[in-house]
């Protein structure tokens, strides 16, 4: 008969273990911000999307009517007292979901401690949801709860409703030229985060930029795919800083002066990062993902977010870096399998391997100015570098309403955008347009096919 050695239970760990596990199914569903839209309480007056030669007025007028509303608070008055229904009422009428930039969520990390928490500690206590388990084992996930009965969303803290038309190829190249550097670069700090080499500086007006080079043996990929990658998701409505590309001069370092940068104009009032996690239940936060396939953008991850402060009390929330999108990873060029699996996943590459890979096996890069940028892009499959957990509960209907901003994305546009970011040989440029056009009819046609029959997208 086989000897059995029975272990005592030690009072203590066995204490801190169960409230460990208690704090983490409760914290699961505390970390999510939740605004249902049709909570608020006025029905929408304001049917249009905000144009683009609007959106800067609109934007500005929120957070101006937003710090009205925080001085009354500010007095000790209620969300019922009638000076702050009055101001509440104005901007729902107005379809903003004012109460999103009413927040500040203090959970963001840096890379790589959140990529190594996204696949380990937070899994974990997102699998100790056992509402939301059974909802995926039923096929029922929860739906985004900022939703309006039109099937779009409101105005918030993420996103404005722009109308995508209103852009166009003049409009761009207007916004891109304005946010051009003028003059002489002025260095104020070296860039230490991240992977890309750069710094921040100003030009002679006195405004404040973040300047990426390309990799050595890489000239024009990542300063590219920043700018374009950046600049159509800024189109189609989130909240995204304006790029240019730019040469450097008149900075007095041999080092950057005459250099090609990509120029990002700085946020103001910038408090550190936002994680997609506590806002996995809305909707413009979940369609990133689609965004994010059609431009291969690998690294729409957590820690490449922006919480700006507008005012007392008022927060504005970007998603920033596309220097990874297109054929770019970066400081190289990616290879096939990024945005099919995650970097590290010692589960599924092997079996990958084994049963044959979905991608290319034998490849080359484009160019070195491109990097490996493919047509070939499946949206319900593709994944960023590191598990994004907004992305795990995004549903059809998320998908569907992301495939329609990008559907309304013209080739005109899509070409704009492109030429604007100046590649030396023409051959370069016209395949990064061929390949976002193929790739953004994938998308639409996996997506929206019974609307190709007949429908039209939806405009918000």
Same mark, same amino acid.
């Given at each position: 008969?086989?000897?059995?050695?029975?272990?005592?239970?030690?009072? &203590?760990?066995?204490?801190?273990?169960?409230?460990?596990?208690?704090?983490?199914?409760?914290?699961?569903?505390?970390?999510?911000?939740?605004?249902p839209y049709h909570d608020l309480g006025v029905a929408s007056e304001a049917a249009d999307s905000i144009t683009a030669q609007d959106r800067d007025a609109?934007?500005?007028?929120?957070?101006?009517?937003?710090?009205?509303?925080?001085?009354?608070f500010s007095a000790g008055k209620a969300q019922d007292d009638p000076e702050a229904v009055a101001i509440e009422e104005e901007l729902e009428r107005a379809r903003v979901d004012w109460k999103t930039f009413l927040v500040r969520t203090v959970d963001s990390f840096k890379f790589p401690r959140m990529a190594i928490l996204n696949h380990s500690?937070?899994?974990?206590?997102?699998?100790? #949801?056992?509402?939301? #388990?059974?909802?995926?084992?039923?096929g029922a996930p929860l739906e985004a709860d900022d939703v309006?009965? #039109?099937?779009?969303?409101?105005?918030?803290?993420?996103?404005?409703?722009?109308?995508?038309?209103?852009?166009?190829?003049?409009?761009?190249?207007?916004?891109?030229?304005?946010?051009?550097?003028?003059?002489?670069?002025?260095?104020?700090?070296?860039?230490? #985060?991240?992977?890309?080499?750069?710094?921040?500086?100003?030009?002679?007006?006195?405004?404040?930029?973040?300047?990426?080079?390309?990799?050595?043996?890489?000239?024009?990929?990542?300063?590219?795919?920043?700018?374009?990658?950046?600049?159509?998701?800024?189109?189609?409505g989130w909240r995204v800083p304006t790029t240019a590309v730019s040469t450097i001069r008149g900075t007095g370092n041999p080092q950057y002066d005459g250099r090609r940068a990509a120029a990002t104009l700085a946020v103001k009032g910038y408090e550190g990062g936002w994680t997609y996690r506590s806002y996995r239940n809305r909707r413009e936060v979940r369609a990133l993902l689609v965004a994010g396939a059609w431009l291969n953008n690998v690294d729409q991850s957590e820690h490449n977010t922006g919480t700006s402060k507008q005012g007392d009390g008022i927060y504005a929330y970007y998603v920033w870096d596309?220097?990874?999108? &297109?054929?770019?990873?970066?400081?190289?060029?990616?290879?096939?399998?990024?945005?099919?699996?995650?970097?590290?996943?010692? &589960?599924?590459?092997?079996?990958?391997?084994?049963?044959?890979?979905?991608?290319?096996?034998?490849?080359?890069?484009?160019?070195?100015?491109?990097?490996?940028?493919t047509a070939d892009v499946d949206p319900d499959r593709w994944q960023p570098f590191y598990p994004n957990l907004a992305f795990e509960d995004t549903t059809p209907a998320d998908k569907r309403w992301a495939a329609e901003r990008i559907a309304q994305i013209s080739d005109d546009q899509i070409r704009t955008v492109v030429e604007s970011a100046h590649y030396t040989y023409p051959s370069d440029s016209e395949y990064i347009i061929a390949t976002l056009i193929a790739r953004r009819d994938r998308i639409v046609a996996r997506y929206l096919a019974a609307q190709a029959c007949g429908g039209t997208p939806e405009q918000h």
């Open positions: 008969m086989r000897d059995t050695i029975s272990m005592p239970l030690r009072p &203590l760990p066995t204490l801190v273990a169960a409230l460990l596990a208690a704090w983490a199914v409760t914290g699961c569903a505390a970390a999510v911000q939740c605004y609109f934007e500005t007028w929120t957070f101006e009517r937003l710090a009205a509303l925080e001085v009354v500690w937070f899994q974990w206590r997102q699998l100790s #949801d056992l509402s939301r #388990d059974l909802r995926l084992i039923e309006q009965p #039109d099937g779009g969303i409101p105005n918030s803290a993420f996103y404005t409703r722009t109308d995508i038309r209103s852009y166009t190829p003049e409009r761009i190249r207007e916004e891109i030229a304005a946010a051009m550097p003028v003059g002489n670069i002025t260095i104020t700090k070296e860039k230490k #985060d991240g992977t890309s080499e750069g710094f921040f500086g100003k030009d002679e007006r006195g405004r404040t930029y973040i300047f990426i080079f390309d990799p050595p043996f890489n000239p024009e990929m990542q300063t590219s795919a920043e700018h374009i990658g950046s600049t159509l998701v800024r189109i189609m596309y220097g990874a999108s &297109l054929g770019s990873f970066t400081f190289r060029s990616k290879w096939p399998r990024l945005g099919w699996q995650y970097l590290w996943d010692p &589960l599924h590459k092997p079996w990958a391997e084994l049963l044959g890979a979905p991608w290319e096996t034998t490849w080359r890069m484009h160019s070195a100015a491109v990097g490996y940028f």
